[in-house]
DNA sequence: CGTGCTGTTGTACGATCGTTCAACAAGTTG
DNA sequence: CAACTTGTTGAACGATCGTACAACAGCACG
């Protein structure tokens, strides 16, 4: 198509374009993040028929040859994209959560946090459940979500933690049997937040984000109540 | 596999396959029954990959001509087999309902038989997964989900009402408030029930079945004292 | 300005994709 | 047994897939 006489041409007969060079050479920490982010916006706008090397190059504006110069193959380049998005989140959640103060505002900044914007948006939504379904059948994957989703649920945990701990303080010291179940609580409330994620994806309309929060906030009241009677009983 | 060797060895060329039909013509019905199931079958054993005409076909011991004669396109088949694993689904969380007697052992037969085999199955969560991930971008399995998931809401919905409506009518009658909040503990049990479904699907070993069905009831429990209270208030 | 390193390009390749369609044949009918 | 209907086959098509690779070219450096 071009072949090598576009730019000796260009040079002679077209002085305007004769210094612009058909492209810029970046650092391949750059390139990797601009190719992950390509990544994850063609997921977003074509879901799993997005994930193929033309459209994502395209979305890119390189050529389909660089993607497996900076990656071996295009699994670990969606590994590595799903890897991005998970830390995004995990870092936005653990950030919203510092900015308060006590255990219950924490917990109320992430949950709020979850349910705003950019992390309740349909097409982000989206991207996750083509990860979840890619899961099971992709080595590199399955991965990344063993390296990174646990500090997703680290955190939900730690915050639950301080929570309980903190409300039952006055009591006895220390929860009792809080700890053993503190684990099923944390399962739960990642569940319901995955949960209402997912039924939000399918239906935006079915429910408003400030209901989510007053769900999730049910659910850890309920467990509070709980470690609170298991402690007075 | 091929057809019966039934016939008679009136076969006058080769006795062995001279009568033997290289196929048997089956009603419409049957052969989409058929070829959904394989769909699903694959769906199973290679994910979101298995979605290949070929590999359907394969699956059914068909041609690769034969699912474009039962169903217009690819896509439609899809959603067809969406539309079944719904409908199987609701069947049967619906039917292991109906065979208890009270409200309360309605639901806790619907938890258990939603965390217990075949529902509770790695390979059939992971199909629904792939799933809820075409959904964004297929206008067929947009249509079945408004069709069909319709009847799962509807279903909790139906138990969680008998419950509290039986809950509360030794107290006043009519649960005050509980309608208006009906909705949204059924959205929080329907999340919570996919979430689970989706953490389990991920990681099989995080919690044990019994687990789950203990965490929804929990919720439920909740949602009834809080509907007792409100009824009392 | 020439040289070298390497990020980048774009063609090429074989495989597989969804779909089409003419031909075949199973099973029913007269 | 012949005629007919229609479920079924399988080759063929063009498109697109992921990857490989030789050539090109940006840019730092001497």
Redesign the interface.
């Given at each position: 198509m071009k072949g090598p006489r576009t730019r000796a041409a260009a040079a002679v007969h077209n002085p305007l374009e004769a210094r612009r060079p058909r492209f810029r050479r970046q650092l391949p920490q750059q390139r990797r993040a601009a190719l992950i982010a390509a990544t994850i916006e063609c997921l977003k706008r074509?879901?799993?028929?997005g994930l193929s090397i033309r459209t994502i190059s395209a979305q890119a504006g390189v050529s389909v040859g660089l993607i497996n110069h900076h990656f071996p193959n295009k699994d670990e380049l969606v590994a590595a994209a799903f890897s991005h998005f998970n830390r995004e989140l995990v870092d936005t959640l653990k950030a919203a959560a510092a900015r308060a103060d006590t255990p219950g505002a924490r917990l109320r900044a992430f949950l709020e946090a979850s349910f705003s914007p950019p992390n309740l948006d349909?097409?982000v939504l989206?991207v996750w459940?083509?990860f979840?379904?890619?899961?099971?059948?992709s080595r590199p994957i399955q991965r990344v979500?063993r390296a990174t989703?646990t500090d997703y649920v680290h955190l939900v945990r730690g915050l639950l933690a301080d929570l309980v701990g903190k409300g039952t303080e006055g009591g006895r010291g220390r929860a009792r049997g809080g700890g053993a179940n503190l684990r099923?609580a944390a399962?739960?409330l990642?569940?319901?937040?995955?949960?209402?994620w997912?039924?939000w994806?399918?239906e935006p309309g079915?429910?408003r984000p400030r209901?989510a929060v007053?769900?999730c906030e049910?659910?850890v009241e309920?467990l509070c109540r709980?470690a609170a009677g298991w402690n007075s009983a």
């Open positions: 074509y879901g799993h028929d349909a097409d989206a459940v083509v979840w379904g890619l899961y099971r059948h979500q989703y099923l399962i739960g990642t569940a319901l937040l995955d949960g209402l997912l039924d994806c399918l079915k429910f209901e007053a769900l049910s659910w309920a709980r």
